[in-house]
């Protein structure tokens, strides 16, 4: 008798669990039931819908894949990291081009362009233009070396 007691209550409480979880505002067993069922079918339209994102985000990477870039000032100078999951042949070129026309002095550089693009480099300014160039300045010529180079490949 008591067993049966405790696992009714143990079936209450992991019934109400369930209402609290689905947001489901019914009384019965069955209407709690029925509600959870769909919301565990809206889960499944909602996943999805994430992983037709996920595969639409991934495709247009795949035929846009713009490098990642970020910049962090130093004491002296800047920290510049691009990185492309592809290589990118003529990036490099465009990017100390980039540099030179900011004045800024590449001090130390590390670049990798076999399977994809990976650079970091320690650029510092004259000291002329140290108050005119932060990292938001260096970021965007960066980025629009990128995207030169981009534009310039794909008439190619």
């Known amino acids: 008798m008591v067993s049966r007691e405790h696992k009714r209550a143990a079936l209450h409480e992991k019934l109400q669990?369930?209402?609290?979880?689905?947001?489901?505002?019914?009384?019965?067993?069955?209407?709690?039931i029925v509600d959870a069922s769909k919301y565990i079918e809206e889960l499944k339209r909602k996943v999805e819908r994430l992983n037709q994102d996920?595969?639409?985000a991934q495709s247009s990477n795949d035929q846009n894949p713009l490098p990642?870039?970020?910049?962090?000032?130093l004491e002296k100078g800047f920290l510049i990291n691009v990185l492309s999951e592809k290589s990118c042949p003529g990036l490099l070129v465009s990017i100390l081009?980039?540099?030179?026309?900011l004045g800024l002095n590449v001090l130390e550089a590390r670049?990798?362009?076999a399977?994809?693009?990976?650079?970091?480099?320690v650029g510092g300014d004259n000291e002329e233009?140290?108050?005119?160039?932060?990292?938001q300045v260096v970021k965007q010529a960066v980025v629009q070396a990128i995207k030169n180079?981009?534009?310039?490949?794909?008439?190619e």
Request: hydrophobic content about 35%.
């Open 68 to 73: 990642g870039v970020t910049v962090e000032t």
């Open 97 to 101: 081009e980039a540099f030179e026309e």
């Open 111 to 113: 670049v990798s362009c």
């Open 17 to 32: 669990l369930l209402r609290s979880i689905t947001n489901s505002h019914a009384l019965n067993q069955t209407s709690i």
């Open 54 to 56: 996920i595969a639409t």
């Open 129 to 135: 233009q140290a108050e005119s160039i932060d990292a």
């Open 149 to 155: 180079w981009s534009g310039s490949t794909e008439q």
């Open 115 to 121: 399977d994809n693009f990976r650079l970091q480099a």
